[in-house]
């Protein structure tokens, strides 16, 4: 199983917003609604914040968002702050009956 | 308060074997699947598999099946990664973590352990 594809790096400016993308193919992203969205900060474990496409868990700020069209889903935040910065990584189960990660983009908060 | 609570670091020697932790609090057990996650020093999450305490039902990820073993021991709400003979590219910091369903997202993580194997 091929890890999904998320771009390396993005990057914006307080208040503004980004779209972190991740690209799967029909036997992931695209044949289910099952993409979740991890933030990590360096040292620490993963942290849920968006599961099942587009659902935040209780306590996530309402300025994270999830989308999916096709094989691509997309994770946007919006309003960047400093506390955003971090890795992000997409996760999809698939037709396996497993799951799989993407590569993980980096978060620079300009 | 749901908590997945792992076992510490570990220092190790190439061939030898190593079991860690990953010990549940707060929740049943048994009606969650325990996922394994890796990530390898200054690299991304690897989904390893996971294990289904309640009746050790078990999804291997290809990359990894056969090189580890998962268990679980239900009465003292306990996942088990093992390995019987460590390579030096099984250095990494291994995630517990625990799913609904085998479709679900990881929604609670325990805190990793860091496996170091070098001679």
């Known amino acids: ?110 | 308060e749901v908590q997945l609570v792992q076992s510490g670091a570990e220092v190790k020697m190439p061939g030898e074997s190593l079991k860690i932790s990953c010990k549940g609090y707060g929740y049943d057990f048994t009606t969650y699947w325990i996922g394994w996650v890796r990530q390898m020093p200054g690299k991304g999450l690897e989904w390893m598999g996971i294990i289904y305490p309640g009746d050790s039902d078990l999804r291997y990820s290809p990359s990894v099946h056969g090189q580890v073993t998962f268990s679980a021991d239900k009465s003292i709400s306990t996942a088990y990664l093992q390995w019987s003979s460590l390579k030096a590219s099984d250095t990494a910091i291994y995630y517990c973590a625990r799913q609904y369903t085998t479709s679900s997202p990881f929604d609670y993580w325990g805190q990793g352990t860091l496996v170091t194997v070098s001679s």
Request: hydrophobic share 25%; glycine share 14%; proline share 5%.
């Open chain 1, 1 to 110: 199983q091929s890890a999904l594809t998320q771009p390396a790096s993005v990057s914006g400016s307080p208040g503004q917003s980004i779209t972190i993308s991740c690209t799967g193919t029909s036997s992931d992203v695209g044949g289910y609604n099952y993409v979740s969205w991890y933030q990590q900060h360096p040292g620490k474990a993963p942290k849920l914040m968006i599961s099942g496409v587009n659902k935040r868990p209780s306590g996530v700020s309402d300025r994270f968002s999830g989308s999916k069209s096709g094989n691509t889903a997309s994770l946007t935040i919006s309003g960047l702050q400093g506390e955003d910065e971090g890795y992000y990584y997409c996760s999809s189960y698939t037709t396996n009956r497993t799951s799989v990660f993407g590569g993980g983009t980096k978060l620079t908060v300009l």
